[in-house]
């Protein structure tokens, strides 16, 4: 199982990007999914997750402008990034709590949480 992202890039500050992240391989079943982000110097923060059933929680710092969301049927999540700000610059990894497919003994296997390579995102002052 792999997570591919995707989509970021250099912005100027009140710009939009769109990030997304797909899943690559065979899933038994997928829990919660999220976004975080690194800056240089920085640790690892979460910016937004969203559960199975679609229910978003996101940081204070990007609450209201960025929207976090999931296409079940194509094991993909989205970050949409609006109002970006010079302090959103960072990579940002694609995370998913989930079980691969091992066949009919999947539901005996509990999930772990996978990352995806990171994309960058720069925005410009």
């Known amino acids: 199982v792999q997570l591919q992202a995707s989509g970021g890039g250099l912005v100027q500050a009140g710009g939009s990007l769109r990030l997304s992240c797909s899943i690559v391989?065979?899933?038994?079943?997928?829990?919660?999914m999220a976004w975080y982000r690194q800056a240089p110097g920085k640790e690892r923060e979460s910016v937004a997750v969203?559960?199975?059933?679609?229910?978003?929680n996101y940081a204070d710092s990007v609450q209201g402008r960025f929207t976090i969301s999931r296409d079940n049927a194509k094991n993909v999540i989205y970050l949409q990034m609006n109002d970006l700000k010079p302090e959103d610059t960072a990579v940002y990894y694609c995370?998913?709590?989930?079980?691969?497919?091992?066949?009919?003994?999947?539901?005996?296997?509990?999930?772990?949480?996978?990352w995806g390579t990171g994309t960058q995102v720069t925005v410009s002052s």
């Open positions: 391989g065979e899933i038994f079943s997928i829990n919660d």
């Open positions: 995370n998913a709590d989930l079980t691969p497919y091992y066949g009919s003994g999947s539901k005996y296997h509990s999930p772990r949480p996978y």
């Open positions: 969203i559960t199975s059933g679609g229910f978003a």
